[in-house]
């Protein structure tokens, strides 16, 4: 796809192949929704959509990793979107009002593992995990959460 | 005399069908806002069903693993622990033989028959129309009977294993399964032509629930549900496992409405039994297909691979992150009732309540597989004025 | 005649999904259908919970379904029974390490019959269920 590669050159800060075959493309975070935007317009809006958003928790590294799975349409490419935020203050601009379908993805993120999407209304804790465990205020996909 | 001023009486009613009831099988709960008969807002609700298997999963080794994910989902086991099981042979650089990858691609499509199956007969007895139902249900025990030849087990057979699966097949079981195929093939095609021509059946689903093509993708909708929508959305194209190998068409239709989802998944039951009976007369002997457990590796490189499958449901993703130690540092599982339940809250407006159950249906709900679910709220159609607030808990 | 005499002959069942993983509630399904006949024994699905006689409850009961549960069992009317079908439902299976997750249905409602397996099959289901009818109708419950 053209327009990702330009994407590529302008925005990444490196980009390396996930197996089996994706692309991965690392992006500074405070540019996701900007990065998105593009990549959405460059494919119009059945040109492509949100698969699945993955954070995972380094404790080591004090920070957290923000997955973006784009899957493009109707070629079937996969494309991953990956930023890097702080572990303390995990904060990241909602896509919610370009891709609806992030919603899910959003509110799950949030409820287990903390990242605070700026802009999204939904989500709140308990939406899953029970209310002993949030009130406890921890998250279960901390590698410290203890549950 | 001319009216001049309306007084709106707020009427309020909670009709609780759930969270048990008697035809669906799992706990969701739906808040349908309506205003009359018409409705103007849903939230999905649920959250009864999470198991923070995610959490469970990094706790126990790479090979225990493989048991828990078999039980994010009855229905699609063996998807499941599909996608599961090519993620860790990414990672450890494993290949299976063809015969092993031509094995699961049946164990797969059986899958998908029965859960196709399934679904539609639940979807007949929404309509109220039980005989349909036990019909479908008889019918349905053909398939089982051969999952239970392939895989040992009814539903959950844990047939995959690393760099293979856990059985091979005779040829004995090979021409009992083709049997049962052969059977299965002429009760589907009545049951497709019920659901074509029976008159009840095309006024409750035609035209409702219509979902368009923009909103498809907008939302992250997969599988049937897309295709049925026209939008040509399907993990197999990636040709895992033997699909490259195996001929099929994939079934897309532009009715976009209920009727067209439930018409997708009877013809994708033929596809199936088609590609079925293709791996039996097809199936490759180019090495053994149970591997031996004793020699599989015990360390795990470090490494990350991300793998879809296309689940009954739709697009089934897994991404796993190995750090090099005996358990994952990450298993992510997105199932595709996860994006299709809790994204398509839009879509129940401006049809009747009586319509909710039916479009609810139309998207094959698994509530186990989100197992992990939220609230969806849609803020447009929302109306200021008085709510006839009815509750559906349905679908237990 | 006591009243669980009478309800042997014909015991409507409810089904609840405390956080099953569908595998049982498939199985439950089954065994409702024309294959297996539940009928022959006067078994029927009941329409609601204030209708049922036995209660099935299938998978590990998670923290949020356990309220759910306690609150469909006092609903229910008396005499009232509960089967407690698959390996979660027994004692939360793979699933007993889990945060979210009480274990199994004992926990939190009484249980009269066990029925083992992963998912059992709708045999061994039904078997469950005539198993306690006969318990009724020797009046030992």
């Known amino acids: 796809m053209e327009a990702l590669s330009e994407l590529v050159k302008k925005y990444a800060l490196t980009t390396y192949s996930m197996k089996p075959n994706r692309l991965v493309i690392e992006i500074p975070r405070d540019r996701v929704k900007e990065v998105l935007k593009a990549i959405k317009e460059g494919c119009g809006d059945t040109g492509i959509y949100v698969s699945t958003i993955v954070g995972t928790d380094f404790p080591d590294k004090k920070q957290v990793r923000l997955d973006y799975y784009l899957v493009t349409h109707p070629d079937d490419n996969v494309y991953v979107l990956r930023t890097w935020l702080p572990r303390e203050d995990p904060k990241v ?4 009002d370009l891709f609806p379908g992030a919603l899910s993805g959003e509110c799950e993120t949030y409820d287990l593992l903390g990242v605070v999407f700026e ?3 939904f989500i709140r804790r308990e939406f899953f995990v029970p209310t002993d465990v949030a009130s406890k205020e921890v998250f279960p996909l901390r590698k410290d959460s203890g549950v | 005399m001319a009216v001049d001023k309306v007084i709106e009486i707020p009427v309020s009613l909670e009709v609780p069908i759930g969270p048990q009831h008697p035809a669906l099988h799992e706990p969701v709960m739906l808040k349908v ?21 995610e959490k469970l999963v990094e706790k126990n080794s790479f090979y225990r693993n493989i048991f828990i994910v078999s039980r994010v989902c009855g229905i699609c086991n063996i998807v499941h622990s599909n996608a599961y099981v090519r993620a860790v042979e990414q990672v450890m650089g494993i290949e299976p033989p063809g015969r092993a990858k031509y094995l699961r691609v049946l164990a797969m499509e059986l899958e998908r028959i029965h859960s196709h199956m399934i679904i539609n007969a639940i979807m007949a007895e929404v309509l109220g129309y039980d005989t349909l139902f036990m019909y479908i249900m008889r019918d349905r025990e053909k398939v089982m009977k051969a999952k239970e030849i392939l895989t040992g087990n009814r539903v959950l057979g844990d047939y995959l294993m690393v760099g293979g699966v856990r059985r091979d097949l005779s040829e004995v079981d090979r021409e009992r399964i083709k049997d049962v195929l052969i059977k299965l093939e002429p009760e589907v095609r009545k049951y497709i032509r ?17 979902v368009k093509p923009k909103d498809v993708t907008l939302h992250g909708l997969v599988g049937p549900t897309a295709r049925g929508s026209g939008v040509n959305i399907d993990a197999r194209r990636e040709g895992y496992d033997a699909y490259g190998e195996v001929p099929f068409n994939i079934i897309v239709r532009s009715d976009m409405d209920s009727w067209s989802r439930m018409m997708v998944r009877w013809h994708e039951t033929i596809e199936s039994i088609n590609m079925c009976k293709y791996v039996l007369e097809n199936l490759p002997s180019d090495g053994p297909a149970v591997p031996d457990e004793t020699k599989l590796p015990r360390k795990f490189p470090v490494g990350e691979a991300f793998t879809r499958v296309e689940a009954p449901r739709g697009e089934l ?8 130690r005996q358990n994952p540092w990450r298993v992510k599982i997105r199932t595709p009732s996860f994006n299709n339940i809790i994204n398509s809250g839009f879509s129940y407006i401006g049809y009747t309540i009586a319509d909710v159950p039916v479009i609810l249906t139309s998207y094959d709900p698994c509530i ?25 808990r349905g679908l237990k | 005649m006591s009243r669980a005499k009478v309800i042997s002959y014909s015991p409507w069942i409810a089904h609840f999904n405390t956080g099953a993983c569908n595998g049982c509630d498939i199985e439950v399904l089954a065994a409702l259908t024309p294959l297996y006949d539940p009928e022959r024994f006067g078994v029927k699905l009941s329409p609601s919970i204030r209708h049922a006689d036995i209660l099935i409850v299938t998978g590990a009961v998670t923290k949020k379904a356990a309220e759910r549960l306690k609150r469909l069992y006092e609903q229910m009317p008396r005499p009232k029974y509960v089967i407690a079908v698959g390996a979660c439902a027994i004692d939360g299976g793979v699933f007993s390490k889990s945060y979210s997750v009480v274990a199994g249905a004992d926990r939190v409602v009484p249980v009269d ?13 039904l078997d469950g269920v005539v198993q306690l009818v006969q318990k009724l109708r020797s009046a030992v419950v």
């Open chain 1, 93 to 96: 601009d909602s896509i919610l």
């Open chain 1, 119 to 121: 802009g999204n209304l």
């Open chain 2, 33 to 53: 806002y309506a205003e009359g008969e018409e409705v103007v807002k849903v939230e999905v609700n649920t959250g009864y069903n999470h198991r923070g298997i």
């Open chain 2, 194 to 210: 019920v659901f074509e021509e029976d008159e009840t059946i095309g006024k409750r689903l035609r035209g409702v629930g219509v």
């Open chain 2, 317 to 324: 993703t897994y991404y796993v992150m190995s750090d090099g």
């Open chain 2, 368 to 392: 186990s597989c989100m197992e992990r679910a939220i609230v969806t709220d849609l803020r447009r159609g929302e109306k200021k004025y008085v709510r006839f607030k009815d509750l559906n």
């Open chain 3, 113 to 125: 019959i066990y029925v083992p397996g992963c998912p059992p099959r709708p045999e061994a289901i």
